[in-house]
């Protein structure tokens, strides 16, 4: 990943398979005008930028433009420039490739920043545009006359080209960052002055000869210490009313990495670092691009040669999403957070198969695994990318799945079985990932129509299922029972709406799968009708479903799991003796209480439960949890993750309308976590509450301000969290477009009155599809789309 920022600064340079969040080298372009002197293309740094801790990175001293505006439309973003002394107006587009259904063209490792000067003045300009940088990759090394440079410079037609270690090297950080331009006339400068690098006397030098107007080509030196850096210079002259546009692009590969998990295990309550010390080259993380080319050089021709393909497509796609009519709160919260896929949160490995951090930390992965119980939130990768979506189910019934059925919710990279033995009893299943990732098997074929995909996974879906009704639910009662683990990093014990509505779901989806592949699914559908009578009638309280807290007749009890709620101590002994288990939500009104429901609206999966109570509950949820301000709301460990606090407003995770707030409820019961507020809202304009829906996410994105937040970024565990691709829901929420690959129809149920027009991807397509002058209409913008029939629902 490397970021653009408002004022056109590149920053959070992550190259190296894994986040590097406080990398801000010195690289920056910077226009040189005769009469007028030089100053770098970027708007004033923000006041946190001239923090010692940047100031040599972000070099806060040199002459800059007096401001910038900024706008986005994924995957491009266009910064004016702003400086009224200069004859010469300046804009960046900056983009890198982004096109449903392409995954390899959209997993590049390239990126580009488009520089447009136009002059506006009565006279003809002469200038130079100029991108210079220090070799971030690795510290100069001193060589006798005659040694190899291990990390350089060197030159590259109309460009550079950083390198740490060859790439035979044995050294896994070892890569290179291309930078080059599309104009014949670039020179390049690969030999820096070599002095002191406390007076930074490379930089200084090199300033002077941009502020002089010099363009100078200079290959890297042969002998003696490696040149710090490099610049790339391209002179032109501008007549009154002419622009030119510089195409700067880059280009890196690191073929190797030190990545490897699990990053700890739980062994007999304590958190240890596995021993990795056997592991080969091989045993590591190696990134998709690493088996499509054999060099940075290789990336960088094909970047050159399908340049112009890429651009059409990736602009193709921006504009059929930004011609979506739907309200632009809603239309922003789903484009902004695609910069996740984007981000070093998401790796596809070497043989194209997905992986995934939670979140991104500072240097590291937020939780790894492509966590089941926190990508089940994700809706976008299985529209934009179904083959990529489809790779992570293969993962969950595949490798990470025991002959048991007993999922492995943090599946190991690279993508391998978990060592049974020693990880089983430390790593209990999730209950929500793993009925969730069921549900989403029948999306995905619903998505690509592939039916014999489907019938090679059923046999493990079948028995993932099994496990879950054997390990939470066995008794049969048809709501799950036992302690369930969930994406709130505990066990609820008893019966609750949250977990067993996506256990409904399941054996709802599971019904489906085994009829059209005439297996016997009898048993399923008994369960599925008990737990539905059991829903209504034991956790639908007349206005919300609640949490049974119940150990009685269990098999297990919390003295004898493990985890954050096993006591400790006497008095946490006492605590669970007189309230039940630690971290509950009991009758607490819990924003995800119906998920499962949530998961089937979206996929088709009809009647899980009674649409007046699902829709009562919602109605509880923006009621009782939506909170204008937060001001004297109270959050403990809710609060470390929390995407809001203060004065700003949000959806919380739970409240306590009713009473009955344990001593010790779930730890983030007090936090605001965008995903979950995407899916409440999402859920919200489904039932119908398209007002409520809105407030939520505009509230939400109101936060996202780019001052104290970044518009592109919303944290929870981690930076570009995986939890906000919720958002994507809200296309089909408010559109109401599902396209069904298996009998070639698009269900039309818009939340939207009157005419409209809204994106839908699908595996074979997209484009829109909405309502004109009255009559629902598709329109395919790239691929195909094989649509029979449109079933049209009006907006009540």
């Not at 991104?360 to 790894?368: H, I, L, R």
């Not at 059923?458 to 009704?469: E, F, G, K, Q, T």
Request: aromatic share 12%; charged share 25%.
């Amino acid at each position: 990943m490397v970021c653009v920022e408002g004022g056109g600064r590149l920053s959070n340079v992550s190259l190296r398979n894994q986040p590097a969040l406080s990398n801000e080298p010195p690289l920056f372009a910077a226009l040189w005008i005769r009469g007028q002197g030089a100053q770098v293309l970027e708007a004033p740094l923000p006041a946190h930028k001239f923090d010692e801790s940047y100031s040599k990175k972000a070099l806060p001293g040199l002459p800059r433009f007096d401001g910038a505006s900024f706008e986005a439309k994924f995957p491009f973003c266009r910064i004016e420039l702003e400086d009224a002394g200069l004859p010469l107006a300046a804009s960046i587009t900056a983009w890198s490739p982004f096109e449903p259904g392409r995954s390899d063209d959209s997993s590049l490792p390239v990126a580009t920043l488009e520089y447009r000067f136009v002059n506006r003045s009565g006279v003809p300009v002469e200038a130079v545009f100029s991108f210079n940088g220090t070799n971030f990759l690795g510290a100069t090394r001193m060589f006798r006359e005659g040694d190899a440079i291990l990390d350089g410079v060197r030159r590259i037609p109309r460009g550079f080209v950083f390198e740490s270690g060859p790439a035979d090297d044995p050294d896994p950080q070892g890569g290179a960052f291309a930078a080059w331009t599309d104009d014949a006339a670039t020179l390049v400068d690969a030999s820096w002055f070599r002095g002191s690098e406390w007076a930074q006397d490379a930089l200084a030098v090199a300033w002077k000869n941009v502020a002089d107007g010099f363009c100078l080509a200079r290959e890297a030196p042969e002998t003696g210490p490696s040149s710090p850096g490099a610049s790339l210079s391209v002179p032109f002259r501008l007549a009154p009313g002419e622009e030119k546009t510089v195409s700067l692009r880059f280009a890196w590969y690191f073929p190797r990495s030190r990545l490897r998990t699990p990053l700890w295990k739980i062994e007999k309550g304590r958190f240890v670092v596995p021993d990795y010390s056997s592991c080969g080259p091989n045993d590591y993380y190696a990134p998709w691009y690493a088996g499509r080319f054999a060099s940075v050089d290789e990336v960088v021709g094909y970047w050159d040669a399908n340049y112009d393909r890429l651009r059409i497509a990736s602009k193709r796609f921006s504009d059929c999403l930004f011609a979506s009519t739907i309200p632009e709160e809603a239309l922003d919260a789903v484009a902004a957070n695609l910069s996740v896929l984007k981000s070093p949160t998401v790796l596809r490995q070497i043989d194209g198969k997905l992986w995934a951090w939670e979140g991104s930390w500072t240097d590291t992965g937020s939780c790894d695994g492509s966590c089941t119980h926190v990508w089940n939130y994700n809706q976008a990768i299985a529209h934009l990318f179904p083959d990529l979506e489809r790779s992570l189910r293969e993962t969950e019934f595949g490798p990470s799945q025991d002959a048991a059925g007993h999922q492995f919710f943090r599946s190991r990279l690279p993508i391998r079985p978990a060592d049974k033995a020693s990880d089983h009893d430390n790593e209990p299943a999730a209950a929500d990932g793993q009925l969730g990732g069921i549900m989403k098997v029948y999306r995905d074929w619903r998505i690509c129509g592939d039916d014999v995909w489907l019938r090679d996974l059923w046999p493990a879906v079948r028995r993932s299922l099994d496990y879950c009704i054997e390990h939470w639910d066995p008794r049969h009662t048809g709501c799950l029972e036992e302690p369930q683990h969930n994406t709130y990093d505990i066990e609820f014990w008893g019966p609750n709406g949250f977990c067993s509505s996506f256990y409904l779901g399941a054996l709802k989806a599971a019904v489906a799968i085994g009829e059209f592949l005439h297996d016997d699914v009898e048993p399923y559908r008994a369960l599925l009708g008990r737990g539905q009578r059991r829903m209504s009638e034991e956790l639908f309280d007349g206005e919300y479903y609640v949490h049974r807290v119940s150990t009685e007749g269990l098999r297990q009890t919390p003295l004898a799991v493990e985890g954050l709620a096993r006591p400790i101590s006497e008095e946490d002994r006492a605590l669970c003796a007189r309230e039940g288990p630690k971290y509950q939500y009991g009758i607490g009104c819990l924003s995800d209480g119906v998920l499962g429901a949530w998961h089937a609206d979206l996929y088709g999966i009809d009647d899980v439960l009674p649409e007046d109570e699902v829709a009562s509950h919602l109605a509880a949820v923006y009621r009782h949890n939506f909170k204008r301000s937060l001001k004297h709301h109270v959050a403990i460990i809710g609060g470390t993750t929390s995407s809001a606090i203060g004065s700003e407003g949000g959806l919380l995770t739970c409240t306590w309308p009713k009473g009955g707030q344990p001593t010790l409820a779930f730890p983030y019961g007090g936090a605001v976590w965008t995903g979950i507020e995407y899916q409440a809202a999402s859920h919200m304009i489904l039932h119908g509450m398209v007002a409520e829906g809105l407030d939520i996410v505009r509230t939400a994105r109101g936060r996202q301000e780019g001052i104290r937040r970044n518009p592109f970024d919303e944290v929870e565990a981690g930076h570009w969290y995986g939890r906000a691709l919720s958002s994507y829901a809200l296309l089909q929420a408010l559109g109401g477009a599902r396209y069904d690959a298996v009998d070639r129809t698009l269900y039309l149920r818009p939340a939207l009155e009157g005419d409209y027009s809204c994106f839908l991807a699908t595996a074979s397509g997209y484009g829109q599809a909405g309502v004109r002058d009255g009559m629902p209409f598709l329109v395919v913008w790239s691929g195909d789309i094989d649509c029979r029939r449109i079933d049209y629902l009006p907006a009540a």
